[in-house]
């Protein structure tokens, strides 16, 4: 049978293991949580990078030719409606003039 002093070695031996296996477990814990971080900085950052280093004057010369096309398709709208008065206008006076020579002119 085992007397005190072995068993309390005994107990010490088990409670120093213990004492071991919990450090092991929470400097795991805690590179876990360091590289859980590293992971997500990894995740949100890349993107960004990408964004703002490729994309971001690719896209802005893209909003740039598509604001100079909007701008054109209105000054050839305004140059349609200009050339609707001008040809009211010459209409007008073509049949004021008499110089028609018997065309149906039309009416705009």
Same mark, same amino acid.
Request: charged share 25%; aromatic share 8%.
């Given at each position: ?11 010490? @031996? ?30 949100? +950052? ?20 598509? @604001?100079?096309?909007?701008?054109? +398709? ?5 140059? +349609?409606? +200009? ?8 209409? @007008?006076?073509?049949? @004021? ?12």
């Amino acid at each position: 049978m085992m007397d005190d002093r072995e068993l309390l070695r005994k107990s010490l @031996e088990l409670a120093e293991e213990n004492n071991r296996l919990l450090r092991k477990m929470r400097r795991g814990a805690i590179w876990g949580g360091i590289f859980k971080i590293i992971w997500l900085a990894i995740l949100i +950052g890349v993107p960004v990078y990408v964004y703002i280093t490729y994309l971001q004057p690719i896209l802005g010369d893209v909003l740039d030719t598509i @604001e100079t096309v909007q701008d054109a +398709g209105n000054k050839v709208q305004g140059l +349609g409606d +200009g050339l609707g008065d001008q040809l009211r206008g010459f209409f @007008e006076q073509l049949k @004021e003039s008499g110089a028609s020579g018997g065309i149906q002119l039309p009416t705009l």
